[in-house]
């Protein structure tokens, strides 16, 4: 009885930290950020690549309402390992940019085949891993953005 009182006691401290924290702002959409480091020599071809291929898919993906934006970024990096470009889509919310939803998926497919001219999932993949030979992909991250609500 004791273990079942404590859980539930940290199950509702739990949710009063969250509660206490939103009181400050409100949820917005959420941002899934691709960062990449560019492999030397190949910044020109790989901007070639992104230019011919994601930015087309990206746009169908846009005007199709799968993705709210999209945006890329470049820095110079400080440090090995760190990334150079990055790739940004913005989806209305943190189920949308993480949970998989079957509908979307065959739109986005349809949207790669028209593409790639092909719907063979094999072939698209065969076309697009060059892409492999230019780039490291370095991980994703999930960003939400936030509105602060003004002080009393």
Same mark, same amino acid.
Not at 18 to 45: I, L, M
Not at 98 to 122: F, G, P, V
């Given at each position: 009885?004791?273990?079942?009182?404590?859980?539930?006691?940290?199950?509702?401290? %739990?949710?009063?930290?969250?509660?206490?924290? +939103?009181?400050?702002?409100?949820?917005?959409?959420?941002? %899934?950020?691709?960062?990449?480091?560019?492999?030397?020599?190949?910044? !020109?071809?790989?901007?070639?690549?992104?230019?011919?291929?994601?930015?087309?898919?990206?746009?169908?993906?846009?005007?199709?309402?799968?993705?709210? @934006?999209?945006?890329?970024?470049? +820095?110079?990096?400080?440090?090995?390992?760190?990334? @150079?470009?990055?790739?940004?889509?913005?989806?209305?919310?943190?189920?949308?940019?993480? !949970?998989?939803?079957?509908? !979307?998926?065959?739109?986005?497919?349809?949207? +790669?085949?028209?593409?790639?001219?092909?719907?063979? +999932?094999?072939?698209?993949?065969?076309?697009?891993?060059?892409?492999? !030979?230019?780039?490291?992909?370095?991980?994703?991250?999930?960003?939400?953005?936030?509105?602060?609500?003004?002080?009393?």
């Amino acid at each position: 009885m004791k273990r079942i009182t404590v859980a539930v006691c940290l199950f509702l401290f %739990a949710g009063v930290g969250s509660a206490v924290a +939103q009181e400050h702002f409100t949820e917005g959409p959420v941002w %899934a950020c691709s960062a990449y480091r560019v492999k030397e020599g190949q910044w !020109d071809n790989y901007m070639k690549y992104i230019r011919t291929n994601a930015l087309v898919t990206y746009t169908k993906a846009k005007q199709q309402g799968l993705i709210v @934006d999209f945006k890329m970024f470049t +820095q110079p990096p400080s440090r090995p390992g760190e990334w @150079d470009f990055m790739v940004c889509q913005l989806f209305a919310s943190a189920g949308k940019a993480m !949970d998989y939803n079957a509908a !979307d998926q065959q739109k986005m497919d349809a949207i +790669q085949a028209e593409h790639w001219k092909t719907s063979d +999932q094999e072939k698209m993949r065969q076309m697009s891993a060059k892409r492999y !030979d230019m780039r490291d992909f370095l991980g994703v991250s999930y960003i939400r953005e936030i509105s602060l609500r003004p002080m009393p």
